[in-house]
T-cell receptor, first 110, second 113 residues
Framework: LAKTTQPISMDSYEGQEVNITCSHNNIATNDYITWYQQFPSQGPRFIIQGYKTKVTNEVASLFIPADRKSSTLSLPRVSLSDTAVYYCLRNAGNNRKLIWGLGTSLAVNP | DAGVIQSPRHEVTEMGQEVTLRCKPISGHDYLFWYRQTMMRGLELLIYFNNNVPIDDSGMPEDRFSAKMPNASFSTLKIQPSEPRDSAVYFC???????????FGPGTRLTVL
């Protein structure tokens, strides 16, 4: 299974909106797109998941176009505490294969 | 709930020694996953269990690695003999059946000298 592709790193400033785009050209019909956040010395933490269109929760939004070959995680008004590594992954409905990429290291500057 | 518990948090050992990593999943979770994380390869799924039964161990790197889940509240990942290239952070995660969200433990940082 092909891994997802996302930028290695991004820089932002406090209060800005950050959009991280992930490419998953070979996504299968049953695959969901899930995003996790990881702080240093901690395990990854679930942020949001979607199948298509737009999903929003209290921390982020996830946009998935109709062809589902990419997805964009949107973090509104980031703060210094949002500095972390963000992973985009595909998972089949039964979690049989979780395809983890190398993640995007987001640095939020004051 | 205390979340997923892993022990030890840090382990330093010498090449050739046996290493045993331990995990207690969240109570009631049906699935348990073992991952390895390195800078070069990122997060790799090693093996996962459903209701204590190993389902997919295709990610286990070689025969030196073995994992067990004797009951719903405990799992071990054993490396025997250990090698320097096994140095990594090992995570355990668990989830409920029917849910996609995995809950990760704090990890065990293994250093093999």
């Amino acid at each position: 299974l092909a891994k997802t592709t996302q930028p290695i790193s991004m820089d932002s400033y406090e209060g800005q909106e950050v959009n991280i785009t992930c490419s998953h050209n070979n996504i299968a019909t049953n695959d969901y797109i899930t995003w996790y956040q990881q702080f240093p010395s901690q395990g990854p933490r679930f942020i949001i998941q979607g199948y298509k269109t737009k999903v929003t929760n209290e921390v982020a939004s996830l946009f998935i176009p109709a062809d589902r070959k990419s997805s964009t995680l949107s973090l509104p008004r980031v703060s210094l505490s949002d500095t972390a590594v963000y992973y985009c992954l595909r998972n089949a409905g039964n979690n049989r294969k979780l395809i983890w990429g190398l993640g995007t290291s987001l640095a939020v500057n004051p | 709930d205390a979340g997923v518990i892993q022990s030890p948090r840090h382990e330093v050992t010498e090449m050739g020694q046996e290493v045993t990593l331990r995990c207690k999943p969240i109570s009631g979770h049906d699935y348990l996953f073992w991952y390895r994380q390195t800078m070069m390869r990122g997060l790799e799924l090693l093996i996962y269990f459903n209701n204590n039964v190993p389902i997919d161990d295709s990610g286990m790197p070689e025969d030196r690695f073995s994992a067990k889940m004797p009951n719903a509240s405990f799992s071990t990942l054993k490396i025997q003999p250990s090698e320097p290239r096994d140095s990594a952070v090992y995570f355990c995660a668990s989830r409920l059946a029917g849910e996609n969200e995995q809950f990760f433990g704090p990890g065990t940082r293994l250093t093999v000298l």
